[in-house]
């Protein structure tokens, strides 16, 4: 591949890519996300929401007892969380309205309480109906500050719900895990194409950029490592642009097309020169998928860090600015390797 070749085709293909992960987000945040709890009253549902979402959306304070009625908190109106009474429930219009929300719920929070008696009979039973409801079910351990040897409490868990579903340990009091709880319930929303919308709305971002800055950087040197020259310069521009649109999504900053592709010119195209030396050394055996993969991860990870440090520090994002960033970011890819 020559440089001329890069340097007529990187308009097309950037325009490509730009639209269509520009569609794809805004696809993601049109959508609407129902979330489902069901737990005892006392089993910390609002104050982990609270936490979860860094905004006092839930009341919390109630007495102990179980849930009586369905309670919907709504953020953003289009995320909704809806506290339900289980399939327990004496009263038989409660339980059919709770039925249609599990059936219509991205994923279920089923809270239990580490501090007191955890799975109960009573627990089980109504965690096996739900089961047959939805998969998308988290198990949310609280209160584990309040609990003893909490290991033990998230394998008799796990074996009593036969590993079928994650069972998160947390403290809704003093946050710890709170991270891991985020995390699992952005995969299962990235199954259905609602990760970025939720990921926006979190009170952790920093952690979620990080995640996906390195889930880049590994698809980046995967299709860098490819033994064909040239093969991949249209996966790795949809790859780093899609990464800086997320970016800015996520930190609610977006990003224009045309600053865009300012960025990604004075970043990694300013990189040609290596990208050329890679199609070269790729005639090399084994070298050459070294080398590919190590650059191409290296740039796309020094593009997200810098990126994420500059919303991070609300620095405007200018070419020159970002150029420089970029640089210290890469500098410290090629010294320590993140992928």
Avoid at 13 to 34: C, G, P, T
Avoid at 75 to 98: A, M, Q, R
Avoid at 239 to 248: A, D, R, T
Avoid at 298 to 305: E, I, N, Q, R
Wanted: zero cysteines.
């Amino acid at each position: 591949m020559s440089l001329e070749f890069e340097k007529e085709n990187f308009d097309r293909l950037f325009e490509e890519a730009f639209e269509q992960k520009s569609e794809e987000i805004n696809e993601q945040l049109n959508r609407k996300i129902l979330i489902s709890m069901v737990g005892d009253v006392n089993s910390g549902k609002s104050s982990t929401i609270n936490k979860l979402m860094d905004k006092d959306l839930a009341s919390v304070g109630a007495q102990p007892g179980e849930t009586v009625q369905i309670q919907k908190y709504a953020y953003k109106e289009n995320i909704v969380f809806v506290d339900t009474p289980g399939l327990d429930d004496v009263v038989e219009e409660n339980s059919e309205v709770t039925i249609k929300y599990y059936q219509q719920s991205d994923v279920v929070l089923f809270f239990l309480n580490a501090a007191g008696t955890v799975l109960s009979d009573n627990e089980l039973k109504n965690f096996r109906k739900i089961e047959k409801i939805t998969s998308d079910i988290i198990i949310v351990l609280n209160k584990i500050d309040a609990a003893d040897d909490v290991p033990n409490l998230v394998k008799y868990i796990e074996e009593h719900t036969n590993y079928n579903h994650p069972v998160v340990p947390i403290s809704s009091r003093t946050g710890e895990n709170i991270g891991m709880l985020q995390s699992k319930l952005l995969e299962v929303l990235e199954k259905k194409s609602k990760d970025v919308l939720m990921a926006q709305n979190l009170k952790d971002k920093s952690s979620i950029a990080n995640k996906w800055i390195l889930a880049a950087g590994a698809s980046s040197a995967a299709v860098g490592a490819s033994p064909i020259p040239g093969s991949d310069f249209i996966p790795l521009t949809g790859i780093q642009v899609g990464l800086m649109i997320k970016l800015s999504t996520l930190y609610e900053k977006p990003v224009s097309k045309e600053n865009a592709k300012e960025l990604i010119i004075a970043t990694v195209v300013g990189n040609i020169g290596k990208t050329i030396f890679r199609q070269i050394v790729k005639f090399i055996p084994a070298a050459g998928s070294i080398v590919g993969a190590s650059v191409a991860g290296a740039t796309t990870v020094a593009l997200g860090y810098a990126v994420k440090y500059m919303h991070e520090h609300n620095i405007e994002l200018k070419a020159e600015q970002l150029k420089s960033i970029y640089e210290m970011f890469l500098k410290k890819e090629k010294d320590n390797p993140s992928i």
